[in-house]
């Protein structure tokens, strides 16, 4: 009986791999690359039109779901009220989910693209809700601005990834600074629509607590970046 040398799992003789670690092992327990990694390498290196079967396999699973989820929730809503009433939340969610679900699965144009297309889509998903739903003014007047909020800091936050020279610890950095001021937005336009003020609380608490957060990434960052041992953290 061999045992595995990455965990020490005694192993059958036909085992091919560890059961617990999941390690490719050899007829004299070879420690090889895990089964994670080879899987993961087949992903990575598959053909272009492979890749493509994969997202629209991906797209039919999530298109499934979330139909299933809005045809659920407007029958329970409809036999509980007789009319549409909350389900109308639902609804907003998974309609936005999927109009980007679709351009990530059937636009192959870069990932900024598709999300100012899918910002641009979602818009519309929501002016037409309002439409047939009048009643649902937050589609309008929260929902959009919400939606400019969201995708205005995400693209921001992804040039930010492109220009950055040098990639380390300034890109987590760059993150938290992006969730503090999503935060404060957030806030400052759910609290208008309420009661016609902004005022911040939660978010503000947030952005103080991740302010020593940031600065400690920056200085790190700035002070270590050309260190040999600090560069080889990051390409391990």
Known sequence: MISCKQCGVELETQMKSCPL???????????????????????L???AEDKHVLKHLLWQIVAILLFSGIL????????????VTWAVYPLCFCTILLSYAALLAFWHKKTMYQILVGWLASTLVLWLLYYLFPFAGWLLYLGI????????????LMSLFHLAGQKGLNLLAYTFVAIALLGLLLEGIISYY????????????????????????????YRMRNQSVFQKIFHT
């Not at 670690?21 to 992903?43: F, I, Q, R, S, W």
């Not at 601005?145 to 921001?156: D, E, G, R, T, Y």
Request: neutral net charge.
């Open 145 to 156: 601005p919400i939606l400019f909020s969201v995708n205005f800091i995400l693209l921001a």
């Open 45 to 47: 290196q598959l053909p």
């Open 21 to 43: 670690c999941g390690t490719v092992v050899g007829e004299a327990g070879y420690k090889g690359p895990t089964a994670t990694e080879l899987n993961l390498t087949n992903v």
């Open 194 to 221: 309420v009661s016609r003020q902004i005022r911040l609380s939660w978010s503000v608490i947030v952005a103080a607590c991740l302010f020593p957060v940031i600065t400690a990434l920056f200085f790190m960052f």
């Open 72 to 83: 659920a929730t407007l029958l329970i809503d409809l036999m509980i009220n007789h009319h």
